[in-house]
């Protein structure tokens, strides 16, 4: 019995009809199907959060969504954080405060920063700091993501 | 091949599906469950997912002051509860240190009472909070209390195709309150020992009763009656928590792991104990 099904995703405003089983996350889908490369996938285990995507602008683990329980949900990834051929005020803060070392962690790192200021556009150290505790960085390079962060919400 | 995936709508049909499917897992938040299946620890034939379940979301405060808590109510959403107060804030302390945000944001209290982690947050957390489970499966519905409920190591009472529907806490008296005390290595780490504590007073200020939980010392939350009945009628003075702590810690099983050897986590949990009933003793606010 075949198990994969057609599945109707909502991604960056588009609508993609992909096929997944019970066994395909979000991750594969964006990656494998639609060439999504920016969520990255470090662990695949939930830990990295390199993997970071918008579900309904809650920051969730791509890699621990099944995909077809995404169905009827609003998917942004990193890809999908531009207007107009703008970057958003999060990720030109990342630039300008050259947040950025290696990169691999920067799609998860500025989805963290995306879902914190829009839940709290004045948010403060302490909740920088907690909005991206699950981002790895091995750069360890997170000093200057807390700048750019602060240099968004004023905190 | 692959892995069938079913969305229903009621807790019947999740429970009906189960019966009729070889090999099905419940998928509730999938924060443990498809990290697990990324890794192949586990190959289930299906899921029955259980997001698409109004019912068995959010937190309501019942005529009687008991407080029900959704098996598919996120941690999120438990670690920001105006409703959890006195001793049910406890459970909202314990919401708050799972994880990381994005992990807090899917995973629900249902699915990781269910998974039985011992290191876990919550089983010591709903332990002290004298937590109830109520579960469906097949031959209908029961109850269980969560001091019965974690058994050992990934091991609970649930049975084959059993779910559980929702937690519910007992009323928190009026000078009732709770804390719940995590030592990890790092933020979002799983805990070295985690101690939760809920206690109430009497008119006189004196200790009427004490709950004092450890996590993460061994397949089980630990509690022990004794240490717990020696410190009622008392006034939690320094002398006596230290002697129910060594009690307490003496019933302790700690692994021998990254996340501290078992002698260090038993030096730990006395100086934990402390620490959370002082902690406990003079919570106010909430």
């Not at chain 1, 470090?42 to 995404?70: H, P, S, Y």
């Not at chain 2, 499917?21 to 443990?32: I, S």
Request: charged share 20%.
């Amino acid at each position: 019995m075949a198990t994969a099904q057609l599945v109707d995703l909502t991604i960056n405003g588009e609508e993609h009809e992909v096929r997944a089983d019970g066994a395909t996350t979000l991750l594969d889908v964006l990656r494998d199907q639609l060439q999504l490369n920016g969520a990255k996938r470090g662990c695949n285990q939930g830990v990295c959060g390199a993997c970071n995507i918008l579900l309904d602008g809650q920051a969730v683990r791509a890699c621990l969504v099944v995909a077809g329980t995404a169905e009827g949900r609003e998917i942004t990834t990193i890809e999908g954080l531009e207007r107009d051929g703008e970057l958003s005020p999060v990720q030109q803060a990342f630039l300008d405060t050259g947040a950025v070392q290696c990169g691999f962690c920067m799609p998860g790192m500025v989805i963290s920063a995306e879902a914190l200021v829009q839940a709290n556009a004045t948010a403060g150290v302490e909740e920088i700091r907690e909005a991206i505790s699950g981002n790895l960085c091995r750069c360890s390079g997170y000093v200057k993501v807390i700048d750019a962060v602060r240099s968004v919400t004023g905190g | 091949m692959g892995v069938a995936l079913h969305q229903p709508e009621t807790v019947e049909d999740a429970v009906r599906l189960a019966g009729q499917e070889v090999d099905a897992r419940f998928l509730a938040g999938g924060q443990t469950l498809v990290a697990m299946m990324n890794s192949e620890l586990i190959e289930p034939a299906a899921l029955i997912s259980l997001d698409r379940i109004a019912s068995l979301k959010g937190i309501r405060i019942n005529g009687d002051g008991s407080v029900h808590i959704g098996a598919m109510t996120r941690h999120a959403q438990i670690a920001e509860s105006k409703d959890l107060t006195g001793v049910h804030a406890i459970v909202r302390d314990a919401a708050q240190v799972i994880a990381h945000p994005a992990i807090r944001n899917l995973g629900t209290i249902g699915g990781a009472v269910s998974h039985g982690d011992p290191n876990a947050d919550f089983p010591a957390a709903l332990v002290a909070a004298d937590a109830t489970f109520q579960v469906r499966g097949g031959d209908g519905e029961r109850e269980i209390a969560a001091s019965a409920f974690f058994q050992d190591y990934l091991t609970t009472d649930l049975k084959d195709g059993e779910l559980v529907t929702g937690v519910t806490l007992p009323k928190s008296p009026d000078s009732g309150r709770g804390h719940y005390e995590k030592f990890a290595r790092a933020d979002g780490d799983y805990a070295t020992v985690s101690v939760a504590v809920a206690l109430a007073m009497t008119a006189a200020d004196k200790v009427d009763w004490i709950r004092i939980v450890v996590g993460a010392c061994g397949p089980a939350p630990v509690r022990v009656a004794e240490a717990e009945d020696a410190l009622a009628g008392g006034d939690l003075d320094a002398a006596a928590v230290a002697q129910a702590a060594d009690k307490i810690a003496a019933a302790c099983d700690p692994l021998d792991d990254v996340r501290g050897s078992t002698d260090y986590r038993r030096l730990l949990v006395p100086r934990l104990i402390a620490k959370a009933v002082a902690a406990t003793r003079t919570r106010t606010g909430d």
